[in-house]
């Protein structure tokens, strides 16, 4: 089983800048793709980001394009989202998550680790 805890989140004006983490425990997830989810009020969860297993595929919403990087530290079991030029609608509940077979990345259904979220807000 993995527990996977995200930190990073909190309060930001437009054009800010943010660096999300996630903090993986009980296994190491350096085979699995590992990708950043959001949700805001009253929307779906939607995919931000994924890196693959290697850390040399990432794949990124369209939304997020040039804005935001994942990247991953696989000896330190940890996963990353850095966020600049921050809009107000970027705001929401981030998610870190583990897809164990390594195949998916922007379905949410295809990930098997979730960790409990952490709020970004930013301000206009």
């Known amino acids: 089983q993995v527990q996977l805890v995200e930190s990073g989140g909190g309060l930001v004006q437009t054009g800010g800048s943010l660096r999300l983490s996630c903090a993986a425990s009980?296994?190491?997830?350096?085979?699995?793709?590992m990708g950043w989810f959001r949700q805001a009020p009253g929307k779906e969860r939607e995919f931000v980001a994924a890196i693959r297993r290697s850390g040399r595929n990432t794949y990124n919403a369209d939304s997020v394009k040039g804005r935001f990087t994942i990247s991953r530290d696989n000896a330190k079991n940890t996963v990353f989202l850095q966020m600049s030029s921050l809009r107000p609608e970027d705001t929401g509940v981030y998610y870190c998550a583990g897809d164990a077979d390594g195949l998916g990345y922007e379905n949410p259904d295809e990930y098997d680790y979730w960790g409990q979220g952490t709020q970004v807000t930013v301000s206009s």
């Open positions: 009980g296994r190491a997830i350096s085979f699995y793709t």
